[in-house]
């Protein structure tokens, strides 16, 4: 009798505790738009992959050169290479769109209508130099909720030379792709935000590379890649 008395008490504690003290909810990630920006000098490759990875990723893609003034694309027309000063109006149009994406799609939205396109977003921008590439981290950081990654696209400059060559239609010749590497300042060890991947290779090849290991990143983060698929 003393025995069952005892339990009933113990099962009152528990029913109590279980009332009182609910298990705590799984841990809420909190998720990050992204932009990821494709970097490296004039014919680096940095259009054909950044489309690509937008493509693949569903991510929206932004082409940088878009954002340089009439006169900067007249003066790389011409074969002249960009000043500091040149490129700091282009560099601040980026930084602010930086923060020009559509809002995160409602989980629950349930109109008959295609939803938005994640907000995670790919830019081109050469970011020749470090403080190229502070510029648009610091815009990350004003945005606050933002992260931002950089690839760098790697190759040796007589390779990015013939491909400038080869190609059709762009306003970039060969002649600019000796001053890009005499601006650029590789990025260092010290930038953990910068992944390197090298172009001397099958296109196919650098692309799956970016995208592997953007990926890895974003999933190491926060996870936001996988979440919004
Ligand atoms: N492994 C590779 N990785 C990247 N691009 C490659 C590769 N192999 C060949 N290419 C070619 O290099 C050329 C230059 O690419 P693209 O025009 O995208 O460069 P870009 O960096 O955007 O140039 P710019 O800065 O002058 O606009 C393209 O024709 C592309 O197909
Ligand atoms: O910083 C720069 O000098 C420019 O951004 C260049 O890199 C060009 O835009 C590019 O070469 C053509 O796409």
New binding site residues.
Partial sequence: MGDSSALLDLQEQAAETIVTHPPDPPPQRHLHRWIWFIT??????????AKALAAELDFTFVEG?DFHPKANVDKMSRGEPLTDDDRAGWLQALREHETAQPPRPKPNDSSASPPPPLPHMVM?C?ALKQHYRDVLRAGAVAAGDLRIGFVF?D?PEPLLAT??A??KG?F?GPE?VHSQFLALERPGDDEGDVILVG?????E???RDVTNKVKEVMMRDDGSYLALQ
Avoid: E, I, M
């Avoid at 490296?40 to 992959?49: E, F, L, N, Q, R």
């Fill in positions: 490296g000098p004039t014919a680096c490759g940095k259009t054909t992959v050169d081109t050469s696209l190759g491909r400038a080869v190609r762009h970039a600019l172009v001397d290779r099958a296109l090849d650098t692309q």
